[in-house]
Nanobody, 113 residues
Framework: VQLQASGGGLVQAGGSLRLSCAVS????????MGWYRQAPGKQRELVAS???????NYADSGKGRFTISRDNAKNTVNLQMNSLRPEDTAVYYC????????WGQGTLVTVSS
């Protein structure tokens, strides 16, 4: 299984980014998939998840600002992030929530104030 996150970059506070995770080796449609992030000096945390049935959940930090979605045809999991804040600065990863796979390199999101 390979998890390739992309779409990160440098953005000003209040801006938006759309992250995408291309998954190979397993089908995302049958998995509970999540977006995680790890800020410098902090533990990795789950920020959003989507179940195989399409039920979404968000950490308090992302509620109302982040939207997770899945494209079964492309086998990708996406994260739309709006109203970004400096505290959203982190490396973002996707993974299977129930059976985590080998972590990919992630994509760096930097939000300037």
């Amino acid at each position: 299984v390979q998890l390739q996150a992309s779409g990160g970059g440098l953005v000003q506070a209040g801006g938006s980014l759309r992250l995408s995770c291309a998954v190979s080796g397993m089908g995302v449609s049958s998995k509970s998939m999540g977006w995680y992030r790890q800020a410098p000096g902090k533990q990795r945390e789950l920020v959003a998840s989507i179940s195989s049935g399409g039920i979404t959940n968000y950490a308090d930090s992302g509620k109302g600002r982040f939207t997770i979605s899945r494209d079964n045809a492309k086998n990708t999991v996406n994260l739309q992030m709006n109203s970004l804040r400096p505290e959203d600065t982190a490396v973002y990863y996707c993974n299977d929530v129930r059976v985590p796979r080998l972590w990919g390199q992630g994509t760096l999101v930097t939000v300037s104030s």
